[in-house]
């Protein structure tokens, strides 16, 4: 059964660092596109990275310098490095996949439970 789970949330301050995981089973990871995603109270899902099958990456404008995307494939795993973060960053990040990468919700056909994200002094 397909299965993502995501990890690493939790509380930074601001300019501080987090790595976020997803954990991919019931399929192999390297045959599909992964991207992130996050949703802060009140707002659209938004689109933030994503990976192609063949490691071509794509940021949002929003997090373009901060953020990095990045896949083991020999862990099954897609990480979300995030620096340099913004109180505006607070959000649950949700990691999907599916057949192609976008910045846009439509490919993805599985997606993780989530994690929260909350960047505050």
């Not at 509380?11 to 987090?18: D, E, F, I, K």
């Not at 689109?47 to 310098?65: F, H, W």
């Not at 099954?76 to 057949?99: F, H, I, R, W």
């Amino acid at each position: 059964q397909e299965h993502l789970v995501e990890s690493g949330g939790g509380l930074v301050q601001p300019g501080g660092s987090l790595r976020l995981s997803c954990a991919v089973s019931g399929f192999t990871s390297d045959y599909y596109a992964v991207g992130w995603f996050r949703q802060a109270p009140g707002k659209e899902r938004e689109g933030l990275a994503c990976i192609t099958r063949d490691d071509r990456t794509y940021y949002a404008d929003s997090v373009k310098g901060r953020f990095t995307i990045s896949r083991d494939n020999a862990k099954d795993t897609v990480y979300l490095q995030m620096n340099s973060l913004k109180p505006e960053d607070t959000a649950v990040y949700y990691c999907a996949t599916g057949p192609y990468a976008s910045l846009l919700r439509h490919p993805y056909m599985y997606w993780g439970q989530g994690t929260q994200v909350t960047v505050s002094s």
